[in-house]
């Protein structure tokens, strides 16, 4: 495992890109507020626009119209709160943890961890992009696993809330989403795993996000090939260490990995990071899904994709 001084180095170095390639809070008129709306006036080489190859496509055929509305008829899975003691922060944190419909303790399930933007929170997969809607409908129609979802707060401090906008920035704030590597794999995973039913191996382990828990998932879940198979970036932010860093063995990534999924909306100002990982995965011969929408850095991409990648899970 990664040492926490590392960890927190490589944050610092990335804290000045970080500064103006993430999202602050913001108001989109007629629409719910976007977690990670881009701020405006970045500077040259961050936000950049995409440049598409002729590999750069949809992977999947559009989803049809409501998939990530509730509907009548269809059975709901369940929300709790889960509290756990974290040793990073030295505080009490919470994670959001989804049920399925038709859940019963008498069976075991596996888990996908989903983790929010740099501006979010634990609530923001759950509200914003309406993933509950997404899994209970998948499920109704028997297109998914039936599975648990652990939503954390992926910002590991003692005060996790999302900083007012002059504070965004600082590194401490930074630093704590790296932090929340040693919280995942040493405190909450096992936490989940005493207190539900799971399936607890790499088989039946996955790990996603988007923005910066894009980033994340993939240093996270490459970083630790030996506790997740299944790994997803959406939209993937800056943080996201090169794939040459996280992969550097090919021939490993092709035995452990189940699936490594990447998408980005061609709107995104943010393309390049997804699309430079893929060309490394391509280059390397690593098998991966790389999925590209018509979208900018908001939640029809990231609705749509948790679509799709839900479906292919643990298979």
Not at 117 to 132: A, C, I, K, M, P
Not at 162 to 173: G, Q, V, Y
Not at 273 to 281: C, E, G, N
Not at 287 to 304: K, L, M, Q
């Amino acid at each position: 495992m990664r040492t926490g001084r590392h960890m927190l180095a490589r944050a610092m170095a990335l804290a000045a890109v970080l500064a103006v390639a993430v999202a602050a809070r913001a108001q989109n008129a007629g629409r719910e507020a976007n977690p990670e709306q881009p701020r405006s006036g970045p500077p040259p080489g961050v936000y950049q626009p995409a440049q598409l190859a002729a590999d750069d496509v949809r992977a999947f055929p559009v989803p049809p119209g409501g998939f990530a509305d509730a509907r009548a008829g269809v059975a709901q899975g369940r929300v709790e709160e889960f509290s756990y003691d974290s040793p990073v922060t030295g505080t009490r944190r919470k994670a959001n943890v989804y049920l399925p419909a038709g859940y019963s303790a008498e069976r075991r399930y596996p888990v996908l961890y989903l983790l929010h933007g740099f501006g979010g929170t634990l609530d923001d997969w759950r509200y914003y992009v309406r993933s509950n809607a997404v899994l209970d409908n998948l499920l109704a129609d028997g297109k998914v696993v039936r599975m648990i979802v652990v939503m954390p707060n992926g910002r590991a401090r003692a005060d996790d809330k999302p900083p007012p906008p002059e504070r965004s920035f600082t590194p401490e704030h930074i630093a704590a989403f790296a932090a929340f590597e040693r919280e995942l794999m040493e405190t909450l995973i096992p936490a989940i795993d005493r207190q539900y039913p799971t399936l607890a191996d790499r088989q039946h382990r996955a790990i996603a996000g988007l923005s910066m828990g894009g980033g994340q998932a993939l240093n996270f879940g490459l970083g630790h090939q030996e506790s997740f198979s299944w790994v997803g970036g959406f939209s993937s932010a800056p943080n996201t260490a090169a794939a040459a860093v996280l992969l550097p063995d090919a021939a490993r990534a092709r035995t452990q990995l189940r699936m490594l999924y990447l998408s980005c909306g061609s709107q995104d100002g943010l393309f390049h990071i997804s699309q430079d990982f893929h060309r490394y995965l391509k280059s390397s011969a690593i098998p991966h899904v790389w999925n590209v929408d018509p979208y900018s850095h908001d939640r029809d991409s990231w609705a749509e994709n948790l679509y799709d990648f839900a479906q292919l899970l643990f298979r």
